[in-house]
């Protein structure tokens, strides 16, 4: 399955950038940061309107090469200008062909919360996203048990960091909940088959508390799509590869929220 493919991959690349920079070097870094605006990516979802999560996204292993040309600092600037609440940057190099730098810069040039999209195994990766300026991790329920989402969630709240916990399935919504999760985000992409439903999004909802943020990710591809995600009363919505592909990153975004009323 290609979700046990990334995590293998991630694994492999985690123990080699120890060797380079080891644990115990990278933690204490990232503790003497000053974080001059915590848990800001929280923050943006929680202003009472639907958040515009938007993605920076070069390439996916079920879509293949997404954007040759990859102008991504061009692409964060114009999400920005358009209304979006924060920017999720893709950092996995193999399956993704992302990578940290990328977020360093984009962090660099917009005034809105960034999201580190990996896939999260190892605490390492949480104090590593503390240095290169990310806002927010994605931890997956698929790829950790409920201690380990309390343990993950710990250290990022000890760095001021949010948590962005995505679940596919009932289970998973509570694992998620268990843990103390003040996001939720369900994946509306089966990431063992990448068939999307944006329906589970509309099923799960239910299962999630109100004083905990919704996110609906992945296969939001218009206004109707929108429209279905408020009613249900998601928070926010976070969108790649439609607004990758669409050839006009801004003016997509600000298609898409301008079929929203708040």
Known sequence: MILDKIAASTKIRVEKLKKEAPFALVKSEALKLTNKNPFAFEKVIKNGELTFICEIKK???????????????????????????????????????????????????????????????????????????????LLICALLDTDTLKEYIKIADSLGLSCLVEAHDEDEVNSAIEAGSRIIGVNNRNLNTFEVDITNSVRLRKLVPKNISFVSESGIRNAQDISVLREVGANAVLIGETLMKSGDTGAELAKLRGSVKN
Do not use: H, M, W
């Open 59 to 137: 390439a996916s292993p079920s879509k293949g090469l997404i954007s040759e040309n990859f102008p991504y600092i061009d692409i964060a600037r114009e999400y920005e200008a358009a209304g979006a609440g924060a920017i999720s940057v893709l950092t996995e190099p193999e399956f993704f062909l992302g990578s940290d730098q990328y977020l360093k810069e984009v962090k660099k040039e917009v005034r809105i919360p960034v999201l580190r999209k990996d896939f999260t195994v190892d605490s390492y990766q949480i104090y590593e996203a503390a240095l290169i300026g990310a806002d927010c991790v």
